[in-house]
């Protein structure tokens, strides 16, 4: 396995087979120069890379602790982190001479990334999403048609993230010599979620660079959110083998980890397979998965990428969780003190940085990653502070 006992590639037929073309192909290109300079390239000239590492200084002066700096992969373009990976794996799906690009999406946001890289490298693209995702996600579904992708509605089960992921397996078993499945998260059967941290490792790289040239150090804490888990391993993986510096995962725990509506994988979960992977996992009592609950579409999957599993159990990562409410409160405290509004999956990292930062020195620093924008996030959180919209 690639992450102790976690990780494999429990999928079987025809989906085995396009999954070990994947690997073979990614093996090629993992050392090849070319390919990550192509890659390097399209993250600086059309994504925006790098991220500005931002010193949000009035959150620190009010929390009266840590420093705080923020990671802002907000400021990316299509606004989140998820254009690092869809750029690499579109890039390998080119390489392997795929002209369609099929995805699953939750929310939206990483069909919307997919859409906006098969429109720039001209490739056919096809988002699956399940029905109750697609309605409260309309203007998503129009953003992603806009970019020329089509949209597959999904109607299995309970109509969101995890049938979309098998609906769109099952669509790319059926056309694997021209299509690419390419995943939105760390997670998945073996190369994905190796590969996936490959293409988001970036953002370690670059806060460690950056924090090096304004303060000559490392961070003691970084602090990322955790629903597949691309972004904090993007976040880590630099760090993991420094072991000063502390790692915190934080998880959506919905309407409270006493409540079946959460979706704190690695606090609750126990080992076994999802999406071909062996991992933590939340299941029912009748070994079914469970359904999960987050305010936060994009951090409301049962599963969670093998290394996070690896991570937790070494104690190299700790996991916590923060509620809806919570991240709603951090949501509006940052909004108002730096003039930023985070997605709402980020405000999860944030709650817990507002809980640490003032029990810290004020010679130490936490990095904070700003996995997302959060303008997606604005109608929603209006609805759930009863604010009356007219539209
Ligand atoms: C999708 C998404 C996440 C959750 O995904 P990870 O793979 O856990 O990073 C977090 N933040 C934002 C802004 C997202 O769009």
């Not at 300079?37 to 931002?54: G, H, I, M």
């Not at 929390?63 to 750029?87: C, F, M, P, Q």
């Not at 597959?152 to 099952?170: P, Q, R, W, Y």
């Not at 056309?175 to 190796?194: M, N, R, T, W």
Request: proline residues 3%; negative net charge.
């Amino acid at each position: 396995m690639e992450f102790g006992k976690f990780g494999g590639q429990f999928v079987g037929g025809e989906v085995l087979q396009a999954v070990k073309e994947v690997e073979r192909a990614y093996a090629k290109y993992a050392d090849d120069l070319d390919f990550w300079s192509e890659f390097k390239t399209y993250l600086k000239e059309y994504a925006n890379r790098p991220s500005l590492l931002y010193y949000a200084a009035n959150l620190t002066e009010m929390l009266g602790g840590a420093k705080i700096y923020l990671k802002r992969e907000d400021l990316n373009h299509t606004g989140s982190h998820k254009i690092n990976n869809v750029l690499g794996q579109a890039l390998l799906a080119k390489r392997m001479n795929k002209t369609k690009l099929i995805a699953e999406t939750g929310a939206g946001q990483h069909g919307v990334a997919t859409a906006t890289i098969a429109a720039l490298f001209g490739m056919e693209c096809e988002i699956h999403m399940g029905y109750e995702d697609v309605i409260k996600q309309s203007m998503n579904v129009y953003r992603m048609e806009l970019l020329g992708a089509k949209v597959i509605i999904v109607h299995d089960g309970l109509k969101t993230l995890k049938e979309a992921v098998d609906s769109a397996l099952c669509a790319w078993s059926k056309e694997l010599d021209k299509s690419f499945y390419l995943i939105g998260s760390a997670v998945g059967p073996h190369p994905y979620p190796k590969m996936v941290r490959e293409f988001q490792k970036v953002i370690g790289e670059e806060i460690k660079e950056q924090l090096h040239s304004k303060e000559q150090r490392l961070p003691d804490y970084v602090i990322a959110c955790v629903g597949g888990g691309s972004n904090a391993i993007g976040a880590f993986y630099e760090f993991i083998n420094h072991e000063e510096v502390n790692l915190i995962g934080v998880e959506a725990a919905g309407k409270g980890l006493d409540t079946k509506e959460h979706a704190s994988t690695i606090t609750k979960g126990v080992e076994g397979v999802i999406h071909g992977m062996n991992t933590i996992c939340l299941f029912e009592e009748n070994g079914e998965i469970s359904p999960v609950y987050s305010l936060s579409a994009g951090l409301d999957y049962p599963g969670v990428g093998p290394e996070h599993a690896y991570l937790h159990e070494t104690k190299r990562v700790k996991y916590v969780s923060a509620t809806d409410e919570e991240a709603v409160r951090a949501f509006e405290v940052l909004s108002r003190v730096e003039g930023i509004i985070p997605a709402i999956e980020s405000a999860h990292a944030l709650v817990e940085t507002i809980k640490l930062a003032p029990k810290l020195n004020k010679d130490q620093i936490i990095v904070v990653n700003l996995s997302g924008r959060g303008d997606k996030d604005v109608k929603q959180i209006a609805k759930y502070r009863n604010y009356e919209l007219v539209d």
